[in-house]
C-alpha cells in the first residue's frame, strides 16, 4: 500500500538549533515526493520537491530510496519556520498526492 | 491572495441536510482537487477532476459528490450520507498531469455539523 509517515506530531526546538523533520514513505515503484508547509493563517503551499533538489528558506530534502525516507532538514532554525509541514507522495498516474499526518515545527526564541 | 477561492469560511448544518461546498479558481488549471483534513490524520483526497466534465473518487468519497461543468469551477457536495462530516475541508488545483504541477490550495472552509 502507498503510504507516508511522519512520526513525529510536534517537534519543538530553539532558535538556532538544527532541525529534521523525518518522513518515510512506502511506495512500489520510484517515487515523487514533496514537502508543503502551513504557516499559521495561511494556505497550504509547497515547500520543495525531490526532483528540484533545491533548498528554499533554507530547508533541504534528500530522498533516500534504500531507507524509504525523505527527511527536512535545516542547519539553523529560525522562529519564521514555526508551521505545520506535511510530507507528501505522488500516486497513480495523475497529479494525484498522498500527505503524511504532518508534523508541527515549533521554534522558540 | 487570489488564484483559488472557497467559500463559505464556516458551514454549519443540521444532521440529515445536504451542503455544497464552492471553490473557484481562476488560474486556468485544467485540474482540481478536494481534500479533507482532520486532525492528526493529514490530508485526505475526496475527488479530483482532471478536465471538465469528468472526475474520479479519491480515497475517502462516500457520502460526498461533485461537479465539473465548468473549468473554474468544482463544488463539493456533502450528503446525509457521510456519516462524520464535521472537518475541515480544503480544495485544490494544478495545471495538468504534469507529476510536478504545483498544486495551489484555497483557504478551506470549516464544515460543523450541529
Known amino acids: 500500500a502507498q503510504r507516508v509517515t511522519q512520526p513525529e506530531k510536534l517537534l519543538s526546538v530553539f532558535k538556532g538549533a538544527p532541525v529534521e523533520l523525518k518522513c518515510n514513505y512506502s511506495y512500489s515503484g520510484s517515487p515523487e515526493l514533496f514537502w508543503y508547509v502551513q504557516y499559521s493563517r495561511q494556505r497550504l503551499q509547497l515547500l520543495l520537491r525531490h526532483i528540484s533538489r533545491e533548498s528554499i528558506k533554507g530547508f533541504t530534502a534528500d530522498l533516500n530510496k534504500g531507507e524509504t525516507s525523505f527527511h527536512l532538514k535545516k542547519p539553523f532554525a529560525q522562529e519564521e519556520d514555526s508551521a505545520m509541514y506535511y510530507c507528501a507522495l505522488k500516486s497513480g498516474g495523475y497529479n494525484k498526492l498522498i500527505f503524511g499526518a504532518g508534523t508541527r515545527l515549533a521554534v522558540h526564541p | 491572495d487570489g488564484g483559488i477561492t472557497q467559500s463559505p469560511k464556516y458551514l454549519f448544518r443540521k444532521e440529515g441536510q445536504n451542503v455544497t461546498l464552492s471553490c473557484e479558481q481562476n488560474l486556468n488549471h485544467d485540474a482540481m482537487y478536494w481534500y479533507r483534513q482532520d486532525p492528526g490524520q493529514g490530508l485526505r483526497l475526496i475527488y479530483y477532476?482532471?478536465?471538465?466534465?469528468?472526475?474520479q473518487k479519491g480515497d475517502i468519497a462516500e457520502g460526498y459528490s461533485v461537479s465539473r461543468e465548468k473549468k473554474e469551477s468544482f463544488p463539493l457536495t456533502v450528503t446525509s450520507a457521510q456519516k462524520n462530516p464535521t472537518a475541515f475541508y480544503l480544495c485544490a488545483s494544478s495545471m495538468g498531469q504534469n507529476p510536478y504541477n504545483e498544486q495551489f490550495f484555497g483557504p478551506g472552509t470549516r464544515l460543523t455539523v450541529l
Open positions: 477532476s482532471q478536465i471538465v466534465n469528468d472526475f
